[in-house]
C-alpha cells in the first residue's frame, strides 16, 4: 500500500485545481498558496522597502506585510530632515505589526538625541530580537565630536533581545551604567566606544545565554575577565596606543568551559591573555607582541619562560608574526595537537639556517594543514616553507595565499622549485598558491559571530568587509 506524505497530497490538490481552472500548470501561482506564516516569514527576510512592495502583487499579499515581523535598517541626520518625518518612524508607523529587527545609523547631535529616544519607544519595537545602533561621523567644529549615549529606550529591549551592536566612529561615545538582565541575549558587539571596567563586567554578568562576543577598540577598561558558561567564541582588539580613560591590557579567561575560539586582533599591540579554564578551546590566534598561553604558561616579549602544560585542544592556531624560528617551535611544544596552522608572513621574521629536522608530536604525528598568507617568496619566508616540509610528517596540503599580480603560471613554476616542493617529509602533500581574494588581514566582525564557521581564517574564502567602521 502505498503512503502519500502530506506535502504530495497538496501538490496533487494544487494541480487539480490548476486543471479545474482551465489554466496551465506554469501559470499557477504556487507561492501564494503557501501559508501566511511561510509569506511572512519570506517577506521578514526582505529589506523593509522591498517587503512593503509586496502589498501590490495581488489581494493575497495585501495583508500579510503589516503582519510579518519587520526588518528594518535606516539612517537618521535629524539635521537634514527638518520638519519631515523620520523615514525609520514612518515605516514603523505604516508597518504597524511587529519589529524582529532594528538597525539604525545616527547622525545627530547630542540636543537632538530625544528623537532618537522617540524612535525606539514605539510599540512596534516592544519585543525587539536583534538591536544595531551606529554613530556616524558628524562634523561640527575643531573639538572631536561627542556623540549622545545611547538612549535609555534601548535597554527596554533587554528582555527579548538575542543581537545587540553599538559601533562609534570618528566620536566619543559614552557608555552608560546598566542595570538591565538579558536572559536571552546571545551575542554582543561593542565597538569604539568609552565603558567602564565595572559596567562591562557587570553587563556581561547579566547576559546568561551568551554566545559570541566582540569587543573592538573600546576603552574604558584595562582588564578584560570572562566568567561565562554558555560563550563559544570571543574577538578582542585594543587599541594601538595608550589612552587617559583606558586601553585594554590583559584579558584573563577565568573560567569558560564551552569557549572554542579566542581571537585576538592582530593589531592589537602588548595585550596578554591569560587562560586559566577553557577546556574546549580548539581556535586560538597569537598576536603581535603579546601570545595567549595557559595561565602555568609565561611568556615575555614573546619568549617561553617556563612551561608545565601544553594546551591539547587546539586544534587551529593562526600566527599573526614569527620573528624567529624558535618561537615557532615553542609555539607548536605549547599546541602540540595542532592540525591547521595559518601564518601570517608580511612580517620580519627571520629563519637563516633552519634545522633539517625537528622532533615534535604536532610536526610528527598532527599537523595537516599549513596556510601562508601573503607569501611573497623572500628567502626568509622559503626557510620557514622548508622547515615544515621537511618535518611535517603528516602535512595533507599546503596553501599559499599570494598577491594577486604576483599569482601567475610563470611565478608559480619559479616558486615550485626554489621551494624544492619534491623534497618533503609528506610525500602525499598537495600545493595551491592561490591569489588573495581580500585586501585586509583580520578576520572580519561577522567571522567571529558565525559559529557554523569551522575556520575563521581561511583566507580561500570571500569576506565582505565593512571598511567605513573602522
Same mark, same amino acid.
Given at each position: 500500500m502505498g503512503v502519500v506524505t502530506r506535502s504530495k497530497s497538496k501538490r496533487r490538490q494544487l494541480e487539480e485545481e490548476a486543471e479545474a481552472s482551465g489554466g496551465e500548470q506554469d501559470d499557477v501561482d504556487l507561492i501564494s498558496r503557501l501559508p501566511d506564516d511561510v509569506l511572512g516569514d519570506v517577506i521578514t527576510l526582505l529589506p523593509a522597502e522591498d517587503g512593503a512592495r509586496t502589498q501590490i502583487l495581488s489581494r493575497r499579499w495585501l495583508p500579510l506585510w503589516r503582519s510579518a515581523p519587520l526588518n528594518l535598517e535606516a539612517t537618521i541626520h535629524p539635521a537634514r530632515l527638518g520638519v519631515k518625518e523620520n523615514p525609520a518612524a514612518a515605516i514603523l508607523g505604516a508597518h504597524g505589526g511587529p519589529a524582529r529587527r532594528l538597525s539604525l545609523t545616527w547622525l545627530g547631535r547630542s540636543d537632538e538625541a530625544p528623537a532618537l529616544d522617540n524612535l525606539l519607544r514605539s510599540p512596534s519595537l516592544d519585543n525587539l530580537r536583534e538591536f544595531g545602533l551606529r554613530y556616524g561621523t558628524v562634523v561640527f567644529s575643531a573639538r572631536p565630536y561627542k556623540a549622545p549615549p545611547p538612549p535609555p529606550s534601548m535597554f527596554r529591549f533587554s528582555p527579548t533581545l538575542r543581537v545587540l551592536s553599538v559601533f562609534a566612529r570618528a566620536c566619543n561615545l559614552d557608555f552608560p551604567r546598566i542595570d538591565a538582565d538579558f536572559p536571552h541575549l546571545e551575542q554582543v558587539t561593542l565597538r569604539s =566606544?568609552?565603558?567602564? +571596567?565595572?559596567?562591562?563586567?557587570?553587563?556581561? &554578568?547579566?547576559? #546568561?545565554?551568551?554566545?559570541?562576543?566582540?569587543?573592538?577598540y573600546n576603552v574604558g577598561y584595562r582588564r578584560l575577565r570572562i566568567s561565562s558558561s554558555t560563550l563559544r567564541s570571543l574577538g578582542v582588539t585594543a587599541t594601538g596606543s595608550k589612552d587617559p580613560m583606558g586601553k585594554l591590557e590583559q584579558v584573563i579567561i577565568d573560567s569558560a568551559p564551552l569557549l572554542e575560539r579566542l581571537i585576538p586582533d592582530g593589531r592589537s599591540c602588548c595585550l596578554q591573555i591569560r587562560i586559566i579554564q577553557a577546556p574546549k578551546l580548539k581556535i586560538l590566534r597569537y598576536s603581535d607582541d603579546g601570545i595567549p598561553a595557559a595561565t602555568i604558561m609565561?611568556? $615575555?616579549?614573546?619568549?617561553?619562560? &617556563?612551561?608545565? %602544560?601544553?594546551?591539547?585542544?587546539? $586544534?587551529?592556531?593562526?600566527?599573526n608574526t614569527? #620573528?624567529?624560528?624558535?618561537?615557532?617551535? %615553542?609555539?607548536?611544544?605549547?599546541? #602540540?595537537?595542532?592540525? $591547521?596552522?595559518?601564518?601570517? =608572513?608580511?612580517?620580519?621574521?627571520?629563519?637563516? %639556517?633552519? #634545522?633539517?629536522?625537528? &622532533?615534535? +608530536?604536532?610536526?610528527?604525528?598532527?599537523?595537516?594543514?599549513?596556510?601562508?598568507?601573503?607569501?611573497r617568496g623572500k628567502r626568509s619566508e622559503v626557510n620557514l616553507v622548508r622547515f615544515f616540509l621537511l618535518n611535517a610528517r603528516m602535512l595533507e596540503s599546503m596553501k599559499f595565499i599570494v598577491d594577486r599580480a604576483k599569482c601567475d603560471d610563470d611565478w608559480i613554476a619559479s616558486q615550485h622549485k626554489k621551494l624544492q616542493l619534491d623534497i618533503r617529509a609528506s610525500q602525499g602533500a598537495r600545493f595551491a598558491f592561490e591569489p588573495q581574494r581580500q585586501t585586509f588581514s583580520c578576520v572580519p566582525m561577522e567571522q567571529i559571530h558565525n559559529l557554523e564557521l569551522d575556520d575563521p581564517f581561511d583566507g580561500s574564502r570571500t569576506y565582505r568587509y565593512d571598511f567605513s567602521w573602522l
Amino acid at each position: 500500500m502505498g503512503v502519500v506524505t502530506r506535502s504530495k497530497s497538496k501538490r496533487r490538490q494544487l494541480e487539480e485545481e490548476a486543471e479545474a481552472s482551465g489554466g496551465e500548470q506554469d501559470d499557477v501561482d504556487l507561492i501564494s498558496r503557501l501559508p501566511d506564516d511561510v509569506l511572512g516569514d519570506v517577506i521578514t527576510l526582505l529589506p523593509a522597502e522591498d517587503g512593503a512592495r509586496t502589498q501590490i502583487l495581488s489581494r493575497r499579499w495585501l495583508p500579510l506585510w503589516r503582519s510579518a515581523p519587520l526588518n528594518l535598517e535606516a539612517t537618521i541626520h535629524p539635521a537634514r530632515l527638518g520638519v519631515k518625518e523620520n523615514p525609520a518612524a514612518a515605516i514603523l508607523g505604516a508597518h504597524g505589526g511587529p519589529a524582529r529587527r532594528l538597525s539604525l545609523t545616527w547622525l545627530g547631535r547630542s540636543d537632538e538625541a530625544p528623537a532618537l529616544d522617540n524612535l525606539l519607544r514605539s510599540p512596534s519595537l516592544d519585543n525587539l530580537r536583534e538591536f544595531g545602533l551606529r554613530y556616524g561621523t558628524v562634523v561640527f567644529s575643531a573639538r572631536p565630536y561627542k556623540a549622545p549615549p545611547p538612549p535609555p529606550s534601548m535597554f527596554r529591549f533587554s528582555p527579548t533581545l538575542r543581537v545587540l551592536s553599538v559601533f562609534a566612529r570618528a566620536c566619543n561615545l559614552d557608555f552608560p551604567r546598566i542595570d538591565a538582565d538579558f536572559p536571552h541575549l546571545e551575542q554582543v558587539t561593542l565597538r569604539s =566606544v568609552i565603558i567602564a +571596567e565595572s559596567t562591562l563586567h557587570g553587563m556581561l &554578568s547579566r547576559c #546568561p545565554a551568551l554566545q559570541s562576543l566582540m569587543l573592538h577598540y573600546n576603552v574604558g577598561y584595562r582588564r578584560l575577565r570572562i566568567s561565562s558558561s554558555t560563550l563559544r567564541s570571543l574577538g578582542v582588539t585594543a587599541t594601538g596606543s595608550k589612552d587617559p580613560m583606558g586601553k585594554l591590557e590583559q584579558v584573563i579567561i577565568d573560567s569558560a568551559p564551552l569557549l572554542e575560539r579566542l581571537i585576538p586582533d592582530g593589531r592589537s599591540c602588548c595585550l596578554q591573555i591569560r587562560i586559566i579554564q577553557a577546556p574546549k578551546l580548539k581556535i586560538l590566534r597569537y598576536s603581535d607582541d603579546g601570545i595567549p598561553a595557559a595561565t602555568i604558561m609565561v611568556f $615575555k616579549e614573546m619568549e617561553l619562560l &617556563s612551561l608545565t %602544560n601544553a594546551m591539547r585542544t587546539v $586544534k587551529i592556531l593562526a600566527l599573526n608574526t614569527v #620573528p624567529t624560528l624558535d618561537v615557532v617551535i %615553542n609555539l607548536l611544544q605549547c599546541f #602540540p595537537c595542532v592540525e $591547521k596552522l595559518h601564518i601570517m =608572513v608580511f612580517t620580519r621574521g627571520r629563519f637563516r %639556517n633552519a #634545522p633539517r629536522y625537528v &622532533s615534535l +608530536e604536532c610536526l610528527d604525528a598532527h599537523l595537516k594543514v599549513v596556510q601562508l598568507t601573503l607569501y611573497r617568496g623572500k628567502r626568509s619566508e622559503v626557510n620557514l616553507v622548508r622547515f615544515f616540509l621537511l618535518n611535517a610528517r603528516m602535512l595533507e596540503s599546503m596553501k599559499f595565499i599570494v598577491d594577486r599580480a604576483k599569482c601567475d603560471d610563470d611565478w608559480i613554476a619559479s616558486q615550485h622549485k626554489k621551494l624544492q616542493l619534491d623534497i618533503r617529509a609528506s610525500q602525499g602533500a598537495r600545493f595551491a598558491f592561490e591569489p588573495q581574494r581580500q585586501t585586509f588581514s583580520c578576520v572580519p566582525m561577522e567571522q567571529i559571530h558565525n559559529l557554523e564557521l569551522d575556520d575563521p581564517f581561511d583566507g580561500s574564502r570571500t569576506y565582505r568587509y565593512d571598511f567605513s567602521w573602522l
